[in-house]
């Protein structure tokens, strides 16, 4: 059963409907079919006036709906003979943070990013995409063994943020984010970082310092999340709307801001309701923005890495 | 203004009263009152209780430098991109900040020497929006570590800041590598990159310049850390540590290198510098 988002209501009913006809019609003799494909129109019609102006607050309810594609379903479709790499060398193996190695449409690739999980026990395990130091250290030694054999590295954003615990902070979650985002701009092969879901915060730059910056259309990428924004600067979370207004946290305001590089679309009414199609389009484009950097030597891919974000301001 | 004051002041051959509302000091920690001179005097740390209270950048630089230090001076950055507004707008609040602290924004640079050895010092100004680091910031600390490079010695910079300044949503998240890549080409260039951690470093500035110097000191007593104390108690449901956070703890755990009392840390840095600027090559 898909999960509806609230503002999803009208849409969902007109959906039932639909469903609710064509059973009734494929039961009976009554010939309706031309009232059930006007019905039909009509809940596509109004799925797509939707999506096409969701405000910021919901997009971030999109960018966090259950349903999305994560990690996982990307590595499955999109790369082959997928080798996970674990553990930080010093701590442990943070399941918040996931990479390895694999192959891109023929290119080899090295491929890091955050998992959330879908189900309560796999979201738990993953601890909900944050991440604690280990993750972001063992992100660095991903970087560093691709940058050494030549490897690009893609890397997908989903996370809350960092996680905020009494461990994570005693292991030096600071230090750990800092050291992963100077490892991004360090590389000598390129970096893609896409955004795919939440881009939570330092959580989020530390695997998005990247050459590119693509962002799939209805994702997030904020400093802060809207509810966080809210608490301080209106002092009450209800104002996550406001805050989600005023940050700009959609595609299309980081893209004329600069931040971003590319949006991938997505299909009608979201990645969640047509995930292989999503998948697919968003494969295809890490695939062209990589062949961007063929011919490029290591020097000069650093660079454009360095100056795109000393330029940013 | 109390009635009394209003007639006194009003009345025109009377002697205005010299005596400023801020003559004691009230020490946060312990509640000490000590006249301000004197806690001025004893580098605005608590003489009763040691308590290292905030300092803004005019009070370090004359602490931490020999006579004779030049300020530099503040790049102009793009104000307001977002038109942003909570209860207040946000221009609104830089204008404020502008007029307390008589700053430009959040970091000062200077340059002089410390007990003869050349540095360029950053220091952040809690002061000004809770030293935010910001455009304003990002780009203050690339001039700092762009005029190290320039003058051949190394970048000391003292943080003290609450986080990233949400009034510039995700380009305040962008001084995070902006910082970095600044201090990459220091450390190509062969010098060194120090940082001072002072109360209190937190959020996203802790996770990006603050914790990549190649020495790392921290001024006792003070907060340091990446998540917001109140944001871990609402995540774990129970009290933090005792000490939790704090310099000492982070001393502990392996985070810095030294913890220095305010009063040592003028021949600490001028030491560390000695030792980590390049050699000249022999010519």
């Given at each position: 059963m898909a999960t509806y988002l609230d503002f999803e209501k009208p849409i969902a009913e007109l959906e039932a409907r639909v469903a609710e006809l064509r059973d009734t019609a494929a039961a009976g003799s009554l010939n309706i079919d031309a009232e059930v494909d006007k019905l039909e129109a009509k809940a596509e019609k109004l799925l797509r006036d939707t999506y096409g102006k969701l405000t910021p607050w919901q997009k971030t309810q999109v960018a966090r709906h259950p349903e999305r594609p994560h990690f996982k379903d990307y590595i499955a479709a999109l790369i082959n003979d997928f080798v996970p790499l674990a553990g930080d060398r010093a701590f442990a193996d943070d399941q918040a943070i996931i990479g390895g190695l694999g192959t891109l449409s023929g290119r080899k690739v090295m491929v890091i990013g955050h998992e959330k999980g879908d189900d309560t026990a796999s979201r738990i395990k993953h601890n909900f995409g944050m991440a604690k130091p280990e993750g972001y250290r063992k992100a660095i030694r991903l970087m560093q063994l691709a940058d050494r054999f030549g490897i690009p590295v893609v890397t997908l954003v989903d996370t809350p943020g960092a996680f905020p615990g009494v461990q994570a902070e005693?292991?030096?979650?600071?230090?750990?984010?800092?050291?992963?985002?100077?490892?991004?701009?360090?590389?000598?092969?390129?970096?893609?970082?896409?955004?795919?879901?939440e881009g939570g915060s330092g959580g989020a730059i530390a695997l998005a310092a990247a050459n590119r910056v693509l962002m799939l259309e209805h994702s997030v990428y904020a400093v802060i999340s809207p509810e966080g924004c809210a608490s301080i600067l209106w002092r009450t979370a209800e104002k996550a709307a406001d805050a989600a207004e005023a940050m700009r946290v959609t595609a299309d305001h980081l893209k004329e801001l600069g931040v971003i590089d590319r949006i991938v679309a997505e299909p009608v009414g979201g990645a969640h309701r047509q995930r292989e199609a999503a998948i697919a389009t968003l494969g295809a484009a890490i695939g062209e923005e990589l062949d961007r950097y063929a011919g490029m030597t290591g020097a000069q891919i650093r660079s454009e890495r360095r100056q795109k974000f000393l330029s940013i301001a | 203004m109390s009635w009394l004051n209003r007639v006194r002041q009003s009345i025109p051959f009377l002697p205005k009263r010299e005596t400023p509302d801020n003559l004691w000091h009230k020490c946060r920690e312990c509640g000490t009152m000590v006249f301000t001179k004197e806690y001025q005097e004893n580098l605005s740390v608590c003489p009763k209780c040691d308590h290292h209270g905030r300092?803004?950048?005019?009070?370090?630089?004359?602490?931490?430098?020999?006579?004779?230090?030049?300020?530099?001076?503040?790049?102009?950055?793009?104000?307001?991109?977002?038109?942003?507004?909570?209860?207040?707008?946000?221009?609104?609040?830089?204008?404020?900040?502008?007029?307390?602290?008589?700053?430009?924004?959040?970091?000062?640079?200077?340059?002089?020497?410390?007990?003869?050895e050349r540095a360029v010092i950053g220091v952040q100004d809690f002061a000004f929006m809770g030293g935010?680091?910001?455009?304003?910031?990002?780009?203050?600390?690339?001039?700092?570590?762009?005029?190290?490079?320039?003058?051949?010695?190394?970048?000391?910079?003292?943080?003290?800041?609450?986080?990233?300044?949400?009034?510039?949503?995700?380009?305040?998240?962008?001084?995070?590598?902006?910082?970095?890549?600044?201090?990459?080409?220091?450390?190509?260039?062969?010098?060194?990159?120090?940082?001072?951690?002072?109360?209190?470093?937190?959020?996203?500035?802790?996770?990006?310049?603050?914790?990549?110097?190649?020495?790392?000191?921290?001024?006792?007593?003070?907060?340091?850390?990446?998540?917001?104390?109140?944001?871990?108690?609402?995540?774990?449901?129970?009290?933090?540590?005792?000490?939790?956070?704090?310099?000492?703890?982070?001393?502990?755990?392996?985070?810095?290198?030294?913890?220095?009392?305010?009063?040592?840390?003028?021949?600490?840095?001028a030491k560390l510098v000695a030792y980590l600027t390049p050699q000249k090559a022999a010519a």
């Open positions: 005693e292991r030096g979650q600071a230090e750990a984010i800092a050291r992963s985002t100077e490892e991004c701009l360090a590389l000598s092969v390129p970096i893609v970082a896409v955004i795919v879901g | 300092i803004g950048p005019r009070a370090r630089f004359e602490q931490i430098f020999d006579p004779g230090y030049s300020t530099l001076p503040q790049p102009q950055v793009r104000e307001d991109p977002l038109k942003f507004r909570d209860s207040k707008k946000y221009t609104d609040r830089i204008k404020a900040a502008r007029q307390s602290t008589g700053e430009q924004d959040a970091l000062i640079n200077a340059s002089g020497t410390i007990e003869g935010s680091m910001g455009m304003g910031v990002g780009a203050a600390f690339v001039t700092g570590a762009r005029a190290a490079i320039e003058a051949r010695c190394p970048y000391i910079i003292f943080t003290a800041a609450g986080g990233a300044r949400m009034q510039e949503g995700i380009l305040s998240l962008m001084q995070m590598p902006k910082t970095t890549v600044a201090i990459a080409e220091l450390k190509e260039a062969g010098l060194p990159y120090i940082v001072v951690l002072t109360d209190p470093t937190t959020g996203g500035v802790t996770a990006s310049y603050a914790m990549l110097g190649d020495v790392q000191i921290s001024e006792p007593g003070a907060l340091i850390g990446f998540a917001g104390q109140r944001v871990i108690e609402s995540t774990i449901r129970e009290k933090l540590p005792e000490g939790f956070q704090r310099a000492e703890y982070l001393l502990d755990h392996g985070m810095v290198d030294m913890v220095v009392h305010r009063k040592d840390l003028r021949e600490r840095l």
